[in-house]
């Protein structure tokens, strides 16, 4: 199987910035799509942004214009940039990869989570 692993998160003032990482722990034949999604207290876990094979991006209304997904192909990373944070961004912020390990064989792998607080 293919495990995900996040690093970036922390503490981080309001109007901050972070800068999420995850990256899967071996070579993919394929990734369809990566993502990121964060899950608050007491809520249920939501999309925060993605993006596919070709490039194309897309972004939960509440982060369009302060977050950016961006990816390395050539290193299966996907990265997050958070800007202007604010404290109703805290949440536990999960990666999710899915693609084709070997022709044939697809998965859909999540990584453990990492802690965004924002808080003055």
């Known amino acids: 199987q293919v495990q995900v692993v996040e690093s970036g998160g922390g503490l981080v003032q309001p109007g901050g910035s972070l800068r999420l990482s995850c990256a899967a722990s071996r070579n993919i034949f394929s990734i369809l799509i990566m993502g990121w999604y964060r899950q608050a207290p007491g809520k249920q876990r939501e999309m925060v942004a993605t993006?596919?094979?070709?490039?194309?991006?897309n972004y939960a209304d509440s982060v369009k214009d302060r977050f950016t997904i961006s990816r390395d192909n050539a290193k299966n990373t996907l990265y997050l940039q958070m800007n202007s944070l604010k404290p109703e961004d805290t949440a536990v912020y999960y990666c999710n990869i899915q693609g084709v390990l070997n022709p044939g064989l697809t998965f859909d792998s999540w990584g453990q989570g990492t802690q965004v607080t924002v808080s003055s």
């Open positions: 993006i596919v094979s070709g490039g194309t991006a």
